[in-house]
């Protein structure tokens, strides 16, 4: 039996494939109201494809609960934020959830860390908690790191199709964890060590925000002299070696906005690079926000209480709103100037923000301009209502005379 620890946004997902490819699946998490709502049979958040796989999962004998299972095998997926000063990785959320597996593990367990850390945690904090239990590793507790790519928004697909790579001690336990993978992963699985699979996931992320960086310079760069970025972009890609990603209104979500600082915060000395992109994606908002009182200007629009927001979370087509660039640009303008800046998303029904709406048309009816923060399928369907608006499409989707960019 495989006990997942930690049911958000990787770890239910994983569990509902492992269970629904055979695999017999104890979820656990310590949120009593999450596992209350699962156990009542409903997903905890929005995502393509989820509530199938639950149903699929619950026929073939998924339960869920608070308690840790005593059992073989653990897969660990609890949050792993940065610290804000030290930009170091905050490792306690895998600490504490080793720990009580702990309590209850079989003699030769293997405990798979799926959350994203820093090269060198495993070293650091998981293998002296495991010694301190008073275990031998290797025999007592085997540890193997596990990284997940997935996107929010096509997390299915991806779990069924991405590559993965398992970092294990021993290529006997890193070859079994491969074998429980693989009952759904049809992508190749590398098996390396731990600290390299450490590496290599905050790398992935990294080079996308460096990436992103890139793209949000050179936005940058045409605005203050009147050249096309998006034009420019289009263009440079079609050389054959060169691939730069879109520049946008700032970098959330769980990974690309905080993987990254974990290697600023241990090689603080080596990583001019990495720390300027991130500083450069963090500013983005405050960009976009100087760019809405620019176009408010030019427009004669006096007031913020007339412009909008589209969107509060960190991508399109989720729900997650965590480090999102609306919610970063909302802080800085409350930092600086009183403002009523309207809010809309289709995705949150919930009141998170000041001045938030819950229709769309609603929302439309009481601004003049509106800034796309966020590229939801819906605004797309819906252009013929915002004609005659002033738009700042932060992300070149709206093909309309007189758009603004940023
Ligand atoms: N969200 C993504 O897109 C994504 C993609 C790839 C990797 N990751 C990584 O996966 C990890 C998990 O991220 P997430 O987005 O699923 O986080 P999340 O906040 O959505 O879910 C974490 C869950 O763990 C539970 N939890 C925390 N400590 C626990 C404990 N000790 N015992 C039991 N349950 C516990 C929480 O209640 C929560 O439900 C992170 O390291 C993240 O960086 C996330």
């Known amino acids: 039996m495989v006990n997942v620890i930690g049911l958000g946004y990787i ?108 090269p060198g945690t495993m070293e650091k904090f998981i293998r002296p908690t495991v010694l301190n239990a008073g275990y031998e590793l290797g025999s007592d507790i085997h540890l193997v790191h596990a990284p997940e790519r997935i996107i929010p928004g096509n997390m299915v697909y991806e779990l069924l199709h991405n590559n993965r790579t398992i970092g294990a001690d021993d290529e006997f336990i890193g070859n079994k964890v491969k074998n429980i993978y693989s009952s759904f992963c049809q992508g190749e699985i590398t098996v390396t060590d731990i600290k390299t699979a450490e590496m290599t996931k905050v790398v992935e992320n990294t080079f996308r925000a460096v990436n992103i960086a890139f793209a949000n310079e050179l936005a940058r760069i045409c605005r203050h002299d009147n050249m096309d970025v998006y034009e420019i972009i289009k263009i440079c890609n079609m050389h054959p070696r060169v691939n730069i990603l879109q520049p946008g209104p700032g970098v959330g979500g769980h990974c690309i906005s905080v993987d990254p600082w974990f290697l600023v915060g241990d090689y603080p000395s080596l990583t001019n690079v990495i720390n300027q992109s991130m500083k450069t994606n963090d500013t983005q908002p405050d960009y976009v926000l100087n760019r809405i009182y620019e176009i408010m200007n030019e427009n004669d629009i006096k007031d913020t209480k007339r412009v909008g927001l589209y969107g509060l979370t960190y991508k399109e087509n989720v729900d997650d709103m965590r480090e999102s660039p609306t919610l970063q640009l909302l802080e800085s303008q409350h930092k600086h100037l009183a403002s009523e800046l309207k809010v809309y998303d289709p995705f949150i029904s919930s009141d998170v923000v000041e001045y938030q709406y819950h229709d769309l048309d609603e929302f439309l009816k009481d601004i003049d301009m509106i800034v796309i923060m966020v590229k939801h399928d819906e605004i797309k369907q819906n252009l013929d209502k915002i004609k005659g608006k002033v738009v700042l499409d932060c992300h070149n989707i709206i093909n309309l005379p007189d758009v603004y960019h940023i």
């Not at 989820?50 to 308690?67: P, Y």
């Not at 367990?109 to 799926?114: N, Q």
């Open 11 to 118: 770890g239910l997902p994983t569990a509902l494939m492992l269970a629904s490819h055979g695999v017999d699946v104890v979820g656990t998490d310590y949120n009593i109201e999450l596992v209350k709502t699962l156990n009542e049979g409903h997903t905890t958040f929005k995502e393509k494809g989820l509530d199938d796989l639950f149903q699929d999962a619950l026929q073939s004998g998924i339960t869920f609960s608070t308690d840790y299972q005593a059992t073989d095998m653990y897969i660990i997926s609890v949050p792993t934020p940065y610290d804000k000063f030290s930009k170091k990785i905050d490792a306690s959320y895998v600490i504490k959830a080793v720990e009580s597996v702990l309590k209850v593990a079989t003699k030769g367990a293997i405990i798979v860390i799926e959350s994203t850390v820093s």
